[in-house]
């Protein structure tokens, strides 16, 4: 959904003119997936990092040229998820996106923690969850709101709901590792907090694991009527055919795989010395900067849908990546961690698991007057969407 937003109509008489039959099909599937998107500017920085890196122009060049070719390769893999949606189901299809949703975030953090750098890790992902709730969520309540002032903004409570409850789980299971060591530190406690919080922490990563699981069979198969966007009026539902083949889409999902795979090598491995020529901590670089870029094209997508009245698909898109990153991208880290033998906890400190409280909780607040049970508000929404954001 984010990236049908952002998508850009293919002109294939171009393609037919081409005399060569056998590069017609090549051409076709180049133009799609390149051209066929309104990021499709930023690709050029794609090949730039990597020539910047092996010529070793300057690891800030490396960095910035990386961070620009990600968001462009998020978006495509996001396009690319759909359109191999189209041909396995909507079960195999959500549970291919549940994978793959977040792949840069996943990626970034797997690359930081097989490079020691927790710090960068734990960062990243906390700064995606805050990211999609405060800025993604925010800035499309606010656009939506004034777009549509005066007028009714239909969204699924229920759904709204889950996310929300299980983004509270996500924040106490977090939270726990960060008391047991402010209670160890008290000396209410006689216990090695270092070994305790690292095995409360793979704990509750195995926990909320679990729970995702449970969501994911609640989202797909058990309550899947749920999930579905409320229409709006005038809205004309067009049915989406693929314009790939499953092969084309299979072999496009690997190659920006691997190719997100290199630039985030690239940005994790150049990360300390853009800090420093740019003067900011690695801290603000990793829960502001990284989570903006990976996030991009749905922080785009989200904001689209909002302007058109779209507000169940704007709430699926922002509470939807923030759920993934807390219950299934953080716990798998965890866990990760532990294969590899990496000491990982859930200890986000205090000022970032404050805040991540601070997020969650607010988006359990309903706006005034009331609602019935498809979450059509009975006041103007458009005015309340606009003082919330």
């Not at 239909?154 to 759904?159: A, E, I, L, T």
């Not at 190719?259 to 985030?264: A, F, G």
Request: net charge negative.
């Amino acid at each position: 959904m984010s990236s049908s937003a952002l998508r850009k109509k293919s002109d294939v008489s171009l393609v037919r003119k081409v005399p060569v039959a056998p590069l017609r099909p090549i051409l076709a599937n180049l133009q799609e997936v390149i051209l066929g998107t309104k990021l499709a500017l930023l690709f050029p920085a794609v090949p730039l990092a990597i020539a910047a890196q092996c010529a070793h122009f300057g690891q800030v060049w490396v960095f910035a040229l990386s961070m620009i070719g990600l968001v462009p390769l998020a978006e495509r893999v996001s396009f690319l998820t759909e359109q191999i949606a189209l041909y396995t189901g909507p079960t195999v299809g959500g549970l291919l996106n549940a994978t793959c949703g977040n792949a840069t975030e996943l990626i970034i953090a797997l690359f930081a923690l097989m490079q020691g750098k927790i710090e960068v890790v734990k960062c990243s992902l906390l700064g995606s969850v805050l990211s999609n709730l405060l800025l993604v969520l925010g800035t499309s309540l606010f656009c939506g709101g004034i777009k549509n002032l005066g007028s009714e903004q239909p969204y699924d409570r229920k759904q709204a709901d889950v996310s929300t409850g299980l983004l509270i789980l996500g924040a106490l299971c977090q939270s726990l590792p960060l008391l047991l060591r402010y209670a160890v530190g008290a000396g209410e406690h006689a216990v090695a907090a270092e070994t305790t919080g690292l095995e409360l922490s793979r704990a509750c990563s195995i926990v909320m694991l679990l729970a995702y699981v449970a969501y994911l069979f609640f989202q797909l198969k058990t309550h899947s009527q749920l999930f579905e966007p409320q229409e709006v009026e005038d809205d004309v539902e067009i049915e989406e055919t693929p314009v790939l083949s499953f092969g084309s889409g299979f072999f496009w999902l690997l190659l920006m795989t691997v190719l997100i795979s290199i630039l985030s090598e690239y940005v994790v491995g150049t990360i300390e010395p853009t800090s420093k020529s740019w003067g900011l901590s690695v801290s603000f670089i990793s829960i502001i900067l990284l989570p903006i870029v990976g996030n991009a094209a749905e922080h785009a997508g989200a904001i689209i849908f909002a302007l058109k009245n779209k507000l169940d698909i704007t709430l699926g898109v922002a509470l939807g990546s923030a759920t993934q990153i807390s219950m299934f991208v953080v716990p798998l880290s965890v866990i990760v961690a532990w294969i590899a033998g990496i000491q990982m906890d859930l200890d986000f400190k205090l000022l970032e698991t404050g805040s991540l409280f601070i997020s969650v909780f607010s988006n359990c607040l309903h706006p005034p007057g009331h609602a019935n049970d498809n979450g059509v508000l009975a006041v103007p929404t458009g005015t309340w969407n606009a003082q919330v954001a």
